[in-house]
């Protein structure tokens, strides 16, 4: 099981950016996705999160800023990113559990300038 980040780059504070996730491999049925984040000298946290059946959770730093979806005949995840800040500069993970583990992207670096 494979998975692939793209978008993100450089965004401007009160912009927005797109991130997407594509699963490949071996998967019967993908359960949980989700999106991860880590600045720099910080540990990796909590983004947002959306069930098989479409319900998203999000950290409260970017609830009602961020929005989650998925397209579950293709597999993807994608993460829309409004109303950017500073403090949204990170590197940006997404996962899938499948079966019974959890699969992890490369990561895709996000940056937003002031």
């Known amino acids: 099981v494979q998975l692939q980040a793209s978008g993100g780059r450089f965004g401007a504070a009160w912009g927005s950016l797109r991130l997407s996730c594509v699963v490949s491999?071996?998967?019967?049925?993908?359960?949980?996705m989700g999106w991860y984040r880590q600045a720099p000298g910080k540990q990796r946290e909590y983004v947002a999160i959306i069930t098989a059946g479409g319900s998203p959770t999000y950290a409260e730093s970017v609830k009602g800023r961020f929005t989650i979806s998925r397209d579950s005949g293709e597999n993807r995840v994608h993460l829309e990113m409004n109303s950017l800040k500073p403090e949204d500069t990170a590197v940006y993970y997404c996962?899938?559990?499948?079966?019974?583990?959890?699969?992890w992207g490369q990561g895709t670096q996000v940056t937003v300038s002031s």
């Open positions: 996962n899938a559990y499948v079966r019974t583990n959890w699969y």
């Open positions: 491999g071996s998967i019967f049925s993908i359960n949980t």
